[in-house]
């Protein structure tokens, strides 16, 4: 992944904070668009973040097809369910990488403010300056 | 209802799936591209990662659906699921590659651990000697215990990879042990 060091870091830092500040959060992560793990975060050990990474990025692509398919302007968001809890999939330009981020929140979470959250958290990285 | 038999191409990155489903599909398909930030792999500038897909519309209204897997073993999982379904599958290889053999033969053990079996044809999708695929289909048949047809092609010559289609459907024919619709690739 030809991506700076710096960049990283800088990302990691930010996703760091935001998965400290969630109520509720099963599994985190920050994937590059071509499915490389930036960061991750699950309490879970038997967790495994790199296929998460390249899932979360298969379903953004395919996401993005469904939606090309059907003539709508690119997708914004995608929520999976489940009676274990819920799955938020994003897209995000970050520090110009384009990203996806994946959030797994249990059951009990509001859907509500888990969004609100994630959009809070996106603009945070769009307003990031790339140096 | 019967569903359309579904073909899938594996292989490395960068060695010609997605341009094999644009060359067969053309405008019917659909591509999970997205740009290559691994340049360090490769130098291609888009990736797959979900997966490719397009129709074949084939003579008295039949269709044959063609799917391309994402190359990087990071996205085994998608390969796995694709192969869950194909009733046939095209592996391409380019033997200047020294992981040639040892990948088409992964490839063709996944195919028969797989629950659907499909039948595989490997496709040499680079320039490459006769004296050379031969070297490698002998090489592939031994490791593999069994005969697998190795042809060339080149992934942007539709009537080439149509040809590759007929041989494959001929194969599927024979496993079934009954005769597949008698599809004349030639006329599409």
């Not at chain 1, 939606?67 to 819920?86: I, Q, Y």
Request: with cysteine; proline share 5%; hydrophobic share 45%.
């Amino acid at each position: 992944m030809n991506i700076p060091p710096e960049k990283i870091s800088r990302l990691t830092e930010a996703f760091r904070r935001f998965t400290s500040e969630q109520t509720d959060l099963r599994a985190s992560m920050l994937a590059t668009i071509d499915g490389f793990e930036i960061a991750s975060y699950c309490p879970d050990p038997s967790f495994r973040s790199q296929n998460l990474a390249a899932m979360a990025s298969s379903l953004a692509a395919i996401s993005r097809a469904i939606t090309k398919e059907v003539a709508f302007d690119g997708c914004d968001r995608m929520l999976l369910e489940s009676s274990s809890g819920r799955i938020v999939f994003q897209p995000v330009q970050a520090l110009g990488v384009p990203c996806t981020i994946c959030i797994a929140v249990s059951a009990a979470s509001l859907l509500g403010r888990t969004l609100w959250a994630l959009d809070a958290f996106v603009n945070q990285l769009k307003q990031m300056q790339d140096s | 209802m019967t569903t359309a038999p579904r073909i899938v191409l594996f292989g490395p990155m960068g060695i010609g799936k997605s341009t094999a489903i644009r060359t067969l599909c053309g405008e019917l398909a659909v591509d999970c591209d997205v740009p290559n930030l691994d340049l360090a792999t490769s130098a291609k500038a888009t990736t797959t990662v979900g997966a490719d897909y397009g129709v074949i519309r084939l003579a008295e209204g039949q269709e044959l659906h063609i799917y391309g897997s994402p190359g990087q073993e990071r996205f085994s999982f998608m390969r796995e699921w694709l192969m869950s379904f194909a009733v046939g599958a095209i592996v391409l290889v380019d033997l200047a590659d020294s992981e040639a053999t040892g990948s088409a033969v992964s490839l063709i053990r996944e195919a028969e651990s797989s629950p659907a079996r499909p039948v595989v044809a490997v496709v040499v999708a680079r320039p490459a000697s006769e004296s050379q695929i031969q070297t490698f289909a002998q090489s592939l048949s031994s490791n593999v215990d069994m005969a697998v047809p190795v042809l060339a092609a080149d992934v942007r010559d539709r009537g080439q990879m149509l040809d590759v289609l007929s041989l494959l459907f001929s194969m599927i024919s024979v496993e079934l042990e009954e005769p597949v619709e008698d599809e004349n690739f030639a006329d599409y």
